[in-house]
Nanobody, 114 residues
Framework: VQLQASGGGLVQPGGSLRLSCAAS????????MGWYRQAPGKARELVAG???????NYADSVKGRFTISRDNAKNTVTLQMNSLKPEDTAVYYC?????????WGQGTLVTVSS
């Protein structure tokens, strides 16, 4: 399974970005899709995730600002990020779990700075 992420970039505080990730390859059943991030000097952390049934979970730090959505038919997941803060600056990674095996995308850099 390959994951192709896109949508990172530079944005001012208070701005918005949308990250997209598409899964392809030997997809049997993707149970989970989500976004993680890793800031310099910090551990990778879950930002938001969505199950195949549509259940979502978010890090407390992004609740009310970020929205994750998923298209099961297209095997895509999108993260809409609003009201971005400098502390959201990180490399964002897409993750998918296909038949209990995790796969990671290549990472996309999000920089929130004035």
């Amino acid at each position: 399974v390959q994951l192709q992420a896109s949508g990172g970039g530079l944005v001012q505080p208070g701005g918005s970005l949308r990250l997209s990730c598409a899964a392809s390859g030997n997809i049997v059943s993707i149970n989970f899709m989500g976004w993680y991030r890793q800031a310099p000097g910090k551990a990778r952390e879950l930002v938001a995730g969505v199950s195949s049934g549509g259940s979502t979970n978010y890090a407390d730090s992004v609740k009310g600002r970020f929205t994750i959505s998923r298209d099961n038919a297209k095997n895509t997941v999108t993260l809409q990020m609003n009201s971005l803060k400098p502390e959201d600056t990180a490399v964002y990674y897409c993750k998918a779990v296909n038949v209990a095996r995790p796969y990671w995308g290549q990472g996309t850099l999000v920089t929130v700075s004035s």
